[in-house]
């Protein structure tokens, strides 16, 4: 079975902080994804990253960046958190050659 | 722009009769189509893969893919409670592995 763990479930911040977070995959996949889910927007791919040190922009990149210095970790930066980046973040993994993503459990992140 | 469109809902079914979801994609080049369950509060979990014309079953799932007319369903059979989730719709096509997500169908299976 694909695992994906992320690093929190729930984590609030405050408007300015910088937030981390991060991803773990255990089945050495190459193409790691990170989106954010909101009410009516549905799924928005933010980054992703095809392989270590490598990473593309996704549809929503502003206000984030991404790090990827091994493998198995991928990690997503809200350089300094506003209140719109309020959302439900998810890490997914992605099994070629059958094009399946496997979903980490999330973290909703709430900046005040 | 690439874009799945699905029903956004509630559709709401009795237990037992089959539920009947659709999506459309804009994409002519797409390649691979998936449909996620997801529960509320709940992270999306892969249910079905299809990727040539035709039906494909599992169990009480079957998806239905039309490239020519750029249509896919998922039919769920003997529609039970734990069937009431939101079920979302994706795409993908070319060589970068993106999924292009629809906003996903609430369904509601009444006991």
């Known amino acids: 079975d694909v695992k994906v763990t992320q690093s929190s479930r729930y984590l609030v911040k405050r408007t300015g902080e910088k937030v981390f977070l991060e991803c773990v995959q255990d089945?050495?996949?190459?193409?790691m994804f990170w989106y954010r889910q909101d009410p009516g927007l549905g799924l928005r791919l933010i980054y992703f990253?095809?392989?270590?040190?490598?990473?593309e922009k996704g549809d929503i990149p502003e206000g984030y960046s991404v790090s990827r210095e091994k493998k198995e970790r991928f990690s997503l930066i809200l350089e300094s958190a506003s209140t719109n980046q309020t959302s439900m973040y998810l890490c997914?993994?992605?099994?070629?050659?059958?094009?399946?993503?496997?979903f980490g459990p999330g973290t909703r992140l709430t900046v005040l | 722009q690439k874009e799945v469109e699905q029903n956004s809902g509630p559709l709401s079914v009795p237990e037992g009769a089959i539920a009947s979801l659709n999506c459309t994609y804009s994409?002519?080049?797409?390649?691979?189509f998936f449909w996620y369950r997801q529960y509320s509060g709940k992270s999306p979990e892969l249910i079905m893969s299809i990727y040539s014309n035709g039906d494909k079953e599992d169990g009480r799932f079957t998806a239905q893919l039309n490239k020519a007319s750029q249509y896919v369903s998922l039919l769920i059979r003997d529609s039970q409670p734990s069937d009431s989730a939101t079920y979302l719709c994706a795409v993908s096509g070319g060589s970068n592995y993106k999924l292009t997500f629809g906003k996903g169908t609430l369904l509601t299976v009444n006991p």
């Open positions: 990253s095809y392989d270590v040190k490598m990473k």
């Open positions: 089945m050495d996949h190459e193409n």
């Open positions: 997914a993994t992605l099994e070629a050659p059958a094009d399946t993503q496997y």
């Open positions: 994409d002519r080049g797409s390649q691979s």
